[in-house]
């Protein structure tokens, strides 16, 4: 994928619209407090921001009105990473901030939550009534005996209950982790045996695709398997009755309490997160309250933009970082838009129709969504009302040109599209959404605010207009304040820190543009590399799935023991079509001709299906293992696969080319 420095933008916000953003208003009152740039736009406040990172947030924590219960004695002290120490001696807890909308008795009785079922039966929970909720639950917990530091796990969708029984863990001081119900038992317990939860709050089953899928006997399996559960709490959404031992959900949420809030150390455990998992035990990703606090409110007060007359919606499961990040849309005072069901039911159109239905402002989405309704050739902008969505956001792989098109012609010709790009890792983005710069198709707008993103050689240089691996030179509020079970620090060491020291490399290829912006090409440890010349899966992806035939498709590069390089393409193909000469051909021509002669597949071979992790991310390095003779058994976790089937397709593949 390559970028032109003169090509026109497809998107160039107007000058009230640049006047009215958030960031632009801090901007200006940082320049007037903090010594930020008075001019020079976005580039001149990012530079400023990396350059006086401890200024940046403060400023950053002093405009969102931050409440440290007991005041910070310096914003950074030692910038070590890993190791860095942030706001130390400073008390908050993060619910307070997320209900503080609820303290306005003119908001009070606005939607805090919409919640949207496969039915599309709107339900809306206001934030007096979040409050309250949060406040009984809090109070049940603490009856429990649940206290600061213990886990609380939650095996839930995408619905208001996970959001209270979070803030509610939250306000205690306890830490929440959370799976989605598609999640089998081996993949839950992979986590939870990790951390231990002392309560685990769980439905008896879930609605996806138009059918009940029912999880009785999967809790029941969590409950012998998590000894340390002092309580599991039934959430009847499927309407059947606690089972012997369990807790009714209602019964701990009925009382009206005022929520209390435990005021805790700005690095305190906020929530644990976990990587994919694909060739292991997934990593028990631990990050604070006060880093993800600061770390949101600039993500979605600045970065997105959004405030109190706002509505977020953001299409993700309870098991997804995202899902995190779109409950922090409260922060800002803004209606979280809560979907659970398929993102394709009854039809392809299904999370265009929750954004008409409930005012969507922001849409997130991931861009596999906008692909698959590019092919289905539907018109959403035209067959709907939505005229409320002001941006359109997409993550979990690259946006490719075509996606962009079809946004901007589809949707909206007057639509901000934000193709951002960050991992679970900081549960935040490294680049992304930026409402006052333009959108060049392809690209990311820039690097986000008090992130010293850059793209790095072999030899640590930086690099312009070039491919390079991803780097963060300097710290991020939150980062990982440490992995679970890793008492020396060793495996969050060497997940981030191992290439080059002291410098977080997150294991993508990325493009930083002469413009500013940012190019994602996929990631850098199943990077295709031959004769020499980089190039990331991501834009092998992009040429070949535009061709009709083509369902999805997963491309690896093999060094092999003699030296050379093998480079397969697989491809699953759409209903009817044939992989003859003809279709070998046109991939063949497509990848010629818009990528590079060099990357050019050695064969193309049809499997039944692309393998994918839990989070829908095509698991590249595992089959790369897998081909390379690695035993499946040691090649990947079974319990991080979306259909482990698929694997034994490239594990005979490895056997027969042996």
Same mark, same amino acid.
């Given at each position: 994928?390559?970028?032109?420095?003169?090509?026109?933008?497809?998107?160039?916000?107007?000058?009230?619209?640049?006047?009215?953003?958030?960031?632009?208003?801090?901007?200006?009152?940082?320049?007037?407090?903090?010594?930020?740039?008075?001019?020079?736009?976005?580039?001149?406040?990012?530079?400023?921001?990396?350059?006086?990172?401890?200024?940046?947030?403060?400023?950053?924590?002093?405009?969102?009105?931050?409440?440290?219960?007991?005041?910070?004695?310096?914003?950074?002290?030692?910038?070590?990473?890993?190791?860095?120490?942030?706001?130390?001696?400073?008390?908050?807890?993060?619910?307070?901030?997320?209900?503080?909308?609820?303290?306005?008795?003119?908001?009070?009785?606005?939607?805090?939550?919409?919640?949207?079922?496969?039915?599309?039966?709107?339900?809306?929970?206001?934030?007096?009534?979040?409050?309250?909720?949060?406040?009984?639950?809090?109070?049940?917990?603490?009856?429990?005996?649940?206290?600061?530091?213990?886990?609380?796990?939650?095996?839930?969708?995408?619905?208001?209950?996970?959001?209270?029984?979070?803030?509610?863990?939250?306000?205690?001081?306890?830490?929440?982790?959370?799976?989605?119900?598609?999640?089998?038992?081996?993949?839950?317990?992979?986590?939870?045996?990790?951390?231990?939860?002392?309560?685990?709050?769980?439905?008896?089953?879930?609605?996806?695709?138009?059918?009940?899928?029912?999880?009785?006997?999967?809790?029941?399996?969590?409950?012998?398997?998590?000894?340390?559960?002092?309580?599991?709490?039934?959430?009847?959404?499927?309407?059947?009755?606690?089972?012997?031992?369990?807790?009714?959900?209602?019964?701990?949420?009925?009382?009206?309490?005022?929520?209390?809030?435990?005021?805790?150390?700005?690095?305190?455990?906020?929530?644990?997160?976990?990587?994919?998992?694909?060739?292991?035990?997934?990593?028990?990703?631990?990050?604070?309250?006060?880093?993800?606090?600061?770390?949101?409110?600039?993500?979605?007060?600045?970065?997105?933009?959004?405030?109190?007359?706002?509505?977020?919606?953001?299409?993700?499961?309870?098991?997804?970082?995202?899902?995190?990040?779109?409950?922090?849309?409260?922060?800002?005072?803004?209606?979280?838009?809560?979907?659970?069901?398929?993102?394709?039911?009854?039809?392809?159109?299904?999370?265009?129709?929750?954004?008409?239905?409930?005012?969507?402002?922001?849409?997130?989405?991931?861009?596999?969504?906008?692909?698959?309704?590019?092919?289905?050739?539907?018109?959403?902008?035209?067959?709907?009302?939505?005229?409320?969505?002001?941006?359109?956001?997409?993550?979990?792989?690259?946006?490719?040109?075509?996606?962009?098109?079809?946004?901007?012609?589809?949707?909206?010709?007057?639509?901000?599209?934000?193709?951002?790009?960050?991992?679970?890792?900081?549960?935040?983005?490294?680049?992304?959404?930026?409402?006052?710069? %333009?959108?060049?198709?392809?690209?990311?707008?820039?690097?986000?605010?008090?992130?010293?993103?850059?793209?790095?050689?072999?030899?640590?240089?930086?690099?312009?207009?070039?491919?390079?691996?991803?780097?963060?030179?300097?710290?991020?509020?939150?980062?990982?304040?440490?992995?679970?079970?890793?008492?020396?620090?060793?495996?969050?060491?060497?997940?981030?820190?191992?290439?080059?020291?002291?410098?977080?490399?997150?294991?993508?290829?990325?493009?930083?543009?002469?413009?500013?912006?940012?190019?994602?090409?996929?990631?850098?440890?199943?990077?295709?590399?031959?004769?020499?010349?980089?190039?990331?899966?991501?834009?092998?992806?992009?040429?070949?799935?535009?061709?009709?035939?083509?369902?999805?498709?997963?491309?690896?590069?093999?060094?092999?023991?003699?030296?050379?390089?093998?480079?397969?393409?697989?491809?699953?193909?759409?209903?009817?079509?044939?992989?003859?000469?003809?279709?070998?051909?046109?991939?063949?021509?497509?990848?010629?001709?818009?990528?590079?002669?060099?990357?050019?597949?050695?064969?193309?071979?049809?499997?039944?299906?692309?393998?994918?992790?839990?989070?829908?991310?095509?698991?590249?390095? %595992?089959?790369?293992?897998?081909?390379?003779?690695?035993?499946?058994?040691?090649?990947?976790?079974?319990?991080?696969?979306?259909?482990?089937?698929?694997?034994?397709?490239?594990?005979?593949?490895?056997?027969?080319?042996?």
């Amino acid at each position: 994928m390559t970028t032109a420095a003169g090509e026109a933008p497809l998107w160039q916000p107007g000058p009230e619209r640049i006047g009215a953003a958030a960031v632009t208003r801090f901007q200006d009152w940082a320049a007037g407090r903090y010594g930020a740039p008075a001019g020079g736009g976005y580039e001149a406040l990012h530079r400023w921001s990396v350059e006086e990172l401890d200024t940046f947030w403060k400023a950053v924590a002093d405009w969102f009105g931050v409440r440290f219960s007991t005041p910070y004695e310096q914003v950074l002290g030692d910038r070590a990473m890993p190791g860095a120490q942030w706001f130390s001696g400073a008390a908050l807890n993060y619910a307070e901030h997320a209900l503080r909308t609820a303290e306005d008795p003119l908001r009070a009785d606005a939607p805090a939550l919409l919640y949207v079922d496969e039915s599309h039966t709107q339900t809306p929970v206001s934030w007096s009534e979040l409050r309250r909720q949060v406040g009984s639950l809090a109070a049940g917990l603490r009856a429990l005996g649940v206290t600061p530091g213990d886990r609380v796990s939650g095996y839930l969708p995408n619905i208001p209950q996970a959001v209270v029984a979070f803030l509610a863990t939250a306000a205690v001081g306890a830490v929440w982790t959370s799976c989605a119900p598609d999640f089998g038992a081996r993949s839950v317990l992979d986590r939870f045996q990790q951390v231990e939860p002392v309560v685990l709050f769980a439905v008896d089953g879930y609605r996806y695709g138009g059918k009940e899928h029912d999880r009785t006997a999967t809790v029941a399996e969590l409950r012998g398997e998590l000894p340390g559960l002092r309580a599991v709490v039934h959430i009847p959404l499927l309407g059947t009755e606690a089972p012997e031992g369990a807790l009714d959900w209602a019964a701990l949420t009925a009382a009206d309490t005022p929520p209390v809030f435990e005021q805790v150390p700005f690095d305190h455990p906020l929530w644990i997160l976990y990587s994919s998992g694909t060739t292991g035990l997934p990593k028990a990703i631990v990050q604070s309250q006060g880093g993800i606090l600061l770390e949101h409110f600039k993500q979605i007060g600045l970065h997105c933009d959004l405030g109190p007359d706002d509505r977020f919606f953001w299409y993700t499961s309870t098991g997804w970082m995202m899902w995190n990040f779109l409950v922090s849309g409260l922060l800002t005072g803004t209606t979280v838009v809560l979907y659970d069901g398929s993102p394709g039911f009854p039809d392809v159109q299904a999370q265009w129709r929750v954004a008409e239905q409930t005012g969507a402002t922001l849409f997130g989405t991931s861009a596999a969504y906008v692909m698959a309704c590019r092919k289905a050739g539907v018109h959403p902008g035209r067959d709907l009302d939505l005229s409320r969505v002001q941006c359109v956001a997409t993550t979990g792989s690259p946006l490719p040109p075509d996606g962009f098109r079809w946004l901007h012609d589809e949707i909206a010709e007057d639509l901000w599209i934000a193709s951002v790009s960050g991992g679970t890792d900081v549960c935040s983005c490294f680049a992304g959404a930026v409402p006052t710069l %333009p959108v060049h198709i392809g690209e990311l707008q820039a690097p986000c605010l008090g992130t010293d993103l850059q793209a790095w050689g072999p030899a640590g240089e930086p690099l312009t207009g070039e491919v390079g691996e991803l780097v963060v030179t300097a710290p991020m509020p939150s980062m990982p304040v440490r992995f679970w079970n890793d008492p020396d620090g060793s495996r969050y060491h060497d997940s981030y820190f191992d290439v080059y020291p002291g410098v977080w490399r997150h294991g993508d290829w990325i493009t930083l543009t002469d413009r500013g912006s940012v190019v994602i090409h996929g990631r850098s440890d199943s990077t295709l590399n031959r004769q020499g010349v980089r190039m990331g899966s991501a834009d092998i992806y992009e040429a070949v799935e535009r061709l009709p035939e083509i369902r999805e498709s997963l491309v690896i590069g093999l060094e092999e023991p003699d030296g050379g390089y093998w480079m397969p393409l697989f491809v699953h193909l759409a209903e009817g079509a044939v992989l003859d000469d003809r279709l070998r051909d046109s991939i063949r021509r497509t990848i010629r001709e818009n990528l590079s002669p060099r990357h050019v597949p050695d064969e193309v071979i049809e499997v039944p299906g692309i393998p994918h992790t839990l989070t829908g991310k095509r698991i590249e390095v %595992p089959v790369k293992r897998l081909l390379q003779g690695t035993a499946l058994s040691k090649a990947v976790n079974p319990g991080s696969v979306d259909n482990l089937e698929l694997l034994h397709f490239y594990e005979d593949l490895a056997r027969k080319r042996r």
